[in-house]
């Protein structure tokens, strides 16, 4: 017990780093600021349009990444944290069980962002930004997976915990791909990222 419990302190901990949606968001505008550099065709978009994107499609996206966010804070970062501190196991593997039940039901919310009044091309990054963050969950339901099984077949070492991370750096490309194309799409409609972030 006390040799999982060091591991899953150690993997929680490496784990914090993983980006916050600040750091998303301006990882977002160094890619976009790149992007500049290429020469593209200048599009005036419709007022209805930018308003949409602004009011509904937008703040849909961000609604969803909060909780993209607080179900790992809390399920992984936190849970880890309490069973670090003398928590039961039984706990901390429910906690990871809900991982996967969220995550999964937020995944179904990836099949509904409002497109209805934005242009074909358009619709199309959004649909690409749905299907990153997409499989970053899947990314991170992986990792959880993984983690699970090496806790209930006590196989977790420090060669499962390169694995584990491993994945999730590969997810958080994905995310920040997912938000670079948000953001990317924003600007390109003329709206400040500071109208919206935070929210």
Same mark, same amino acid.
């Given at each position: ?31 976009? +600021? ?6 593209? #065709?200048?599009?005036? &978009? %419709? ?6 994107? /602004? ?62 009044? +934005? ?6 990054? #959004?649909?690409?930004? &749905? %299907? ?6 899947? /990314? ?60």
């Amino acid at each position: 017990m006390k040799l999982i419990r060091f591991w899953i302190v150690v993997l929680s901990m490496s784990l914090l780093t993983a980006c916050t949606k600040d750091e998303q968001i301006e990882s977002s505008k160094e890619f976009i +600021l790149e992007e500049e550099k290429l020469e593209k #065709v200048a599009v005036t &978009a %419709k007022p209805e349009e930018v308003n949409y994107y /602004k009011t509904v499609t937008l703040p849909y996206y961000e609604e969803v990444i909060a909780e993209f966010d607080s179900i790992w804070q809390l399920y992984w970062q936190d849970s880890a944290e309490q069973f670090s501190r003398g928590g039961m196991l039984i706990d901390y593997i429910n906690s990871l069980k809900e991982i996967t039940d969220s995550y999964e039901a937020l995944q179904l919310k990836l099949n509904e962002f409002p497109i209805e009044h +934005l242009i074909a091309d358009n619709v199309v990054t #959004v649909q690409q930004a &749905a %299907k990153d963050l997409n499989t970053c969950i899947e /990314k991170r339901l992986e990792a959880n997976s993984n983690l699970l099984t090496a806790i209930l077949t006590g196989k977790i070492n420090d060669t499962k915990q390169v694995e584990i991370q491993s994945i999730v750096a590969e997810g958080d490309k994905l995310l920040i791909s997912s938000n670079s194309k948000m953001y990317g799409l924003a600007y390109d409609l003329g709206i400040q990222y500071t109208e919206n972030k935070g929210k």
